[in-house]
């Protein structure tokens, strides 16, 4: 990305002032185009990215972001927080059929939520739909580099900016579980 002054000419914006722990995962954030979040849960990384991602739109950085996240935190959690924490931004929601989805990443929304299944279905649109960054939450989801869902997303972050991957739990039954997110990540670094 470019950088940061997050903590200096930020006003972090929302109904709940950040914790520092919060503000120093936003730097980190704004300063790298491709990174991790390996925060505990319940530590407020949702926040974390939105403030990151809303300080890089009022720079120009980044225009548009696609969160990927499971079906069961898309409204509670990251449609919630972002009425929380930037309800100044436009949010939508890509779920239901094929033409729902279309419909959602048509509209240009800054932020738009999908679930991890829902990517293969639209990855043309998504791809065509301008997003600068993609956030995905509960990564580990792609730690298997040979499935169809981590070949999508690899397929779709080369032409994307940012990348960040969020988890608690980055090898949560093996190191091994680590290899899909860092080859995503880091791919000419990671054999």
């Given at each position: 990305?470019?950088?940061?002054?997050i903590l200096d000419d930020y006003n972090w914006p929302g109904l709940f002032k950040p914790f520092a722990h919060q503000k120093?995962?936003?730097d980190f954030l704004t300063?790298?185009?491709?990174?991790f979040c390996f925060?505990?849960?319940?530590?407020?990384?949702t926040a974390s990215v939105i403030w990151?991602?809303?300080y890089l739109m009022n720079l120009g950085i980044v225009n548009r972001v696609l969160v990927i996240c499971p079906l069961s935190?898309?409204?509670s959690a990251w449609q919630g927080d972002m009425f929380?924490?930037?309800?100044?931004r436009t949010c939508d929601v890509a779920y239901g059929d094929s033409k729902q989805r279309r419909k959602v990443l048509a509209q240009n929304a800054e932020f738009v939520i999908i679930n991890f299944d829902g990517v293969e279905v639209v990855k043309k649109e998504i791809a065509a739909g301008g997003f600068d960054l993609i956030v995905v939450d509960e990564c580990s989801a792609y730690k298997n580099a040979q499935t169809n869902?981590?070949?999508v997303l690899r397929d779709l972050v080369q032409n994307v900016k940012g990348l960040w991957m969020l988890t608690g739990t980055p090898a949560a039954q093996s190191p091994v579980d680590a290899y899909g997110i860092a080859k995503l990540v880091n791919p000419a670094n990671t054999p």
């Open positions: 990305m470019s950088p940061s002054n120093q995962t936003a300063l790298n185009r491709r990174a925060n505990e849960q319940g530590t407020g990384k990151a991602c809303d935190i898309m409204r929380k924490f930037a309800i100044h869902r981590w070949k």
